[in-house]
């Protein structure tokens, strides 16, 4: 599987265009503010087909463009169901730190932990990361790991917005010590340093046990 990555908007949110070189099919991860003219060269370019709009969470960061994304390519809108209420109903995070207008959507399909999403013979799998936000996901094969605001380079997300929650976080963190593979580049919504699982196992002070979420 391939990603091409694309950093905008006014808190730097990274969205993925990830596809399956064989196939062709194709999803976008978190479109947030990324230009419908730079999705739809990529999309020329590599000869994509735009299958799926995939959000790891609900932030306005993150969810702005699916509407019009849904709109252009008819593709699928997939989050977990306990993030669905951010995307038909924007408005209610209109209270941190962003006031512009965001179009609601529905999700066609709810991502579900321990489930994959198929990409031609590429695969994403599922796996459900409370703490951020009730409804945050990770999804992951044994080559990439999109984190979206749950694990950031040397960091975590913050669990002190709606339906965040830092005990939450700290089970979470568990989780994903066992279940994330060492190899799997980690590729999170903010921050453009990359680097291996098995690097932040023993760097980041949240998966060492130094620091407490917060
Ligand atoms: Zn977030
Ligand atoms: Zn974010």
């Not at 991860?29 to 709009?53: H, V």
């Not at 699916?66 to 995070?93: A, G, W």
């Not at 999170?188 to 980041?204: C, K």
């Amino acid at each position: 599987m391939k990603y091409i990555r694309s950093v905008n908007g006014p808190i730097a949110e990274n969205a993925y265009i990830v596809y399956d070189e064989l196939s062709k099919i194709a999803g976008i991860i978190d479109p947030g503010f990324i230009e419908l003219s730079e999705l739809a060269d990529k999309i020329e370019e590599y000869q994509l087909n735009l299958k799926y709009i995939i959000n790891t969470h609900g932030h306005w960061d993150h969810i702005k463009n699916n509407y019009f994304i849904k709109s252009k390519y008819n593709c699928l809108v997939l989050i977990h169901k306990q993030d669905e209420h951010f995307i038909q109903k924007p408005e209610n995070m209109n209270t941190y730190y962003f006031d512009g207008e965001i179009l609601p959507v529905k999700a066609d399909d709810y991502l579900i932990d321990g489930e994959e999403i198929a990409f031609g013979k590429s695969l994403l799998k599922i796996l459900h990361t409370p703490g951020h936000t009730r409804g945050s996901v990770i999804l992951y094969n044994d080559e990439l790991a999109f984190t979206g605001d749950t694990l950031f380079y040397g960091s975590i997300g913050r669990c002190d917005f709606p339906t965040g929650n830092k005990d939450v976080m700290i089970d979470t963190l568990e989780k994903i010590k066992r279940v994330l593979p060492a190899n799997a580049i980690i590729l999170p919504g903010h921050g453009v340093q990359e680097s291996r699982f098995q690097e932040e196992l023993v760097t980041n002070p949240f998966l060492t046990g130094k620091m407490k979420p917060r």
